[in-house]
């Protein structure tokens, strides 16, 4: 038996979802950064100034803006499968050579291979599918009441200040992806929540590893009395 109250999107949502995707291009350069992880819906301001990505932005934002951003992995040089479709929304050109831009999350990608070529930075074949829930406007019903409070604690906690009140004002996909972008979690923790397929799947995930760090604190705290 079907929980129908468990599907994010409508059979007509999925139809309307699947063919704005197919307006996104299927190969597209790639930006590896260790330890950056980036979601839809949220911003995420770059400072570039090698020759390579210096070329990959350039020739970007002459196309159309889009550009891959993917988290390297820590041995040679793999990335990881899944990474975060973003527009260029704005671009800057300093004095010395560096371009100043900010990219605006889209939605989410499945690598499929790398496409040679014999540019300075890499590009990838990728696949959209599975990700139109990105292109919602807003999120399903789900509360996200009990994963605020817990990361107010955890964040006081690491001492990171965060304006709470503006924050609120962010729509319920937007509050999810940036709590997840900018949590204080590993940068596994941080893949593994990009990768969570629905809302209500990052929001638990999110609250089981913020819970597990409260309860880590607490536990040596204890002990340390």
Not at 90 to 106: A, P, V, Y
Request: proline letters at 3%; aromatic letters at 10%; charged letters at 30%.
């Amino acid at each position: 038996m079907v929980n129908h109250n468990k599907m994010s999107l409508s059979i007509v949502e999925k139809f309307y979802y699947n063919n704005r995707m197919k307006n996104f291009p299927i190969i597209i350069p790639i930006f590896p950064l260790s330890g950056v992880i980036y979601f839809p819906k949220t911003n995420l301001p770059l400072n570039i100034f090698e020759e390579r990505y210096l070329s990959l932005v350039n020739d970007t934002y002459k196309r159309d803006k889009l550009m891959g951003m993917v988290q390297s992995q820590r041995t040679g040089n793999k990335i990881y499968n899944v990474g975060c479709l973003g527009k260029i929304s704005d671009l800057q050109k300093s004095e010395d050579g560096r371009i100043l831009i900010n990219l605006t999350g889209i939605t989410r990608f499945k690598i499929l291979h790398e496409v040679e070529n014999k540019k300075l930075y890499r590009e990838f074949k990728v696949d959209y599918k599975g990700y139109e829930l990105d292109l919602k406007k807003t999120a399903d019903n789900y509360s996200t009441e009990s994963l605020m409070d817990k990361a107010k604690i955890f964040f006081k906690r690491n001492g990171l200040l965060l304006n709470w009140k503006e924050f609120e004002k962010l729509d319920e996909v937007q509050k999810i992806n940036t709590l997840s972008m900018i949590s204080p979690v590993t940068n596994e923790e941080k893949q593994k929540l990009l990768e969570s397929l629905t809302n209500k799947d990052k929001i638990d995930t999110l609250e089981n590893i913020i819970s597990f760090y409260l309860h880590e604190t607490n536990y040596n705290n204890k002990t340390v009395q």
